[in-house]
């Protein structure tokens, strides 16, 4: 359901001297601040004379100096995007892969950080048939009600738990808003469990219904991204969980992508 | 300008050139800020390359992980930022001034960077934005002209007298704004001073609203870089500033220069 545009990769389509140049990009680096054309050739797995071509095309580029025998990677390299994305903040990254989520489920996605006891949105995509919810980057919802507030809850342990309970003031905000503690610490182990949260109307009157995963950065949960539907009449909560799959694929693509970005 | 097939190769270029290579990194160049998500169309126009041929390179870095497809446009990912980090690891200082830069930033409560020469511009290689200036985005790699700027003149001081004048020689001067020295004999002054007291101050030259004050940092054999502190023009005046953050500076880069010495003595 995500091939680009006009189709799939082969191998008749794969530039291998695209990706064996930026293989020899990517060998320099702390350890290797200079090399010499053997270094290079190992470092690669390239032959010497294939090594030599990609150095001597880089070197014309501008992107590699040579010293007679060493060679060296040089600023232009930062030209390859990185000015572009060193700049990219955790809204920025999150934007495609929620419009991926969007385009897979129909439905509206949304990331958000932990504020206090609130979740704050930061990016939303939302799907074009709901237009009922007063949801936007900006809104905050009590953590202890949403199901992207309980995967920060579930990633406290027993007693930053009880804490950040005890500071929520937590109310009935809905009919259906779980506000006893043992059943949220039930509801919050299962989650440390599966991985994933789901909540059925507990945060808003107009009825949202929503799924979310925890986004990790250094082995910390730093973001939750989320799918929400409104409760139709009729529709089962366990609805929501055909998009655990591509929910959880998006929150590890961007875990991934989060690896990358620049402090 | 018709696009020419990715197998013909120009006459000028040697025979070991693979232009493949060239055309590949050019797509990956075509993102930038104000063109963060293009169609394949989009792409072609942008490197002049047929859409078959721009279909070949992007369905390439896709499967390699650079590029990801949103519908019918593409994205760079942030996986990009590795073959940039590939350059940022191997400066000697990598690793070791991003926190000192942090602590200063706190200290003075002002936005913070390191840049390094390459040829004639300055390019920013670490930076710690402070809260208040977060309208002034600066994106690592971001190049400034170095003779406007005060990180510039720092490091063309460490230059010899012909690479100077070289490089002075072949820079053209234009003016951002009403300050912006552009006289050569006041700016080999400015050079020169940078050099004799070891920091340099440029005020709203590149940037009216813009003051930044800088100091070299050496790894013991000669200057690698030099880190500088911005600052918002309106709220004081350039000895105000210099008199506030000047201090904090120069024992942060003194420090980052003593660490850099005793770590290339060490290893």
């Known amino acids: ?263 | 300008m018709a696009p020419t097939d990715d197998s013909s190769s120009a006459q000028s270029t040697p025979p070991a050139y693979v232009k493949s290579l060239a055309r590949g990194l050019d797509v990956i160049k075509a993102f930038d800020s104000e063109n963060p998500q293009m169609s394949l169309a989009d792409v072609a126009r942008a490197t002049d390359m047929t859409r078959a041929s721009s279909r070949r390179f992007l369905l390439t870095l896709e499967e390699l992980g650079y590029v990801r497809a949103i519908g019918r446009e593409f994205v760079l990912t942030p996986k990009v930022l590795e073959i940039g980090n590939s350059f940022i690891s191997t400066l000697p200082f990598f690793g070791r001034v991003r926190h000192h830069l942090a602590e200063l930033s706190v200290q003075v409560s002002e936005s913070t960077s390191a840049a390094i020469l390459d040829s004639s511009d300055i390019v920013i290689v670490s930076r710690v934005p402070h809260q208040r200036l977060v309208s002034v985005s600066l994106a690592l790699g971001t190049r400034y002209p170095a003779w406007m700027t005060a990180t510039g003149r720092v490091l063309m001081a460490t230059l010899d007298p012909e690479a100077l004048e070289a490089t002075l020689a072949n820079t053209s001067f234009d003016r951002r704004t009403e300050h912006t020295v552009t006289d050569l004999e006041e700016l080999r002054t400015l050079i020169r001073q940078a050099g004799e007291q070891g920091w340099s101050l440029s005020d709203g030259e590149i940037d009216q609203s813009l003051m930044t004050v800088a100091a070299p940092i050496s790894d013991g054999d000669r200057v690698v870089a030099a880190i500088n502190v911005a600052a918002p023009a309106h709220r004081e005046s350039s000895e105000e500033f210099v008199a506030r953050v000047l201090d904090p500076l120069l024992a942060t880069a003194e420090h980052i220069s003593s660490e850099l010495d005793t770590g290339s003595a060490t290893s």
């Open chain 1, 1 to 263: 359901m995500n091939t680009p545009p006009e189709a799939s990769t082969d191998d008749s389509t794969f530039v291998q001297s695209l990706a064996r140049g930026i293989q020899v990009i990517r060998a320099f680096g702390a350890e290797t601040t200079e090399m010499t054309l053997s270094d290079v050739a190992r470092a690669t797995s390239l032959s010497r004379a294939t090594a030599r071509r990609f150095l001597l095309t880089l070197e014309e580029l501008g992107y590699v100096h040579s010293t007679g025998r060493t060679f060296s990677l040089t600023p232009k390299v930062l030209e390859l995007g990185f000015s572009h994305l060193s700049s990219l903040t955790l809204p920025d990254a999150a934007k495609p892969h929620l419009e991926r989520l969007t385009a897979i489920t129909g439905e509206s996605t949304s990331a958000a950080v932990l504020d206090g006891t609130d979740v704050l949105y930061i990016a939303r995509v939302s799907a074009r048939r709901i237009v009922t919810t007063s949801i936007d980057v900006g809104t905050r919802l009590p953590a202890y009600a949403t199901a992207m507030g309980r995967v920060f809850l579930s990633a406290l342990d027993d007693d930053d738990l009880d804490v950040a309970l005890d500071r929520s003031a937590m109310r009935q905000l809905t009919p259906r808003t779980v506000i006893d503690r043992d059943l949220i610490r039930a509801e919050v182990e299962r989650i440390r469990k599966q991985g994933w949260a789901l909540v059925d109307r507990e945060a808003l009157e107009v009825g949202l219904r929503a799924i979310a995963a925890p986004v990790y950065r250094d082995g910390k949960v730093v973001a939750a991204i989320n799918v929400s539907a409104s409760a139709r009449e009729g529709m089962p909560s366990s609805v929501l969980g055909r998009y655990k799959e591509p929910l959880l694929q998006a929150a590890n693509a961007l875990t991934e992508d989060l690896r990358h970005l620049v402090y």
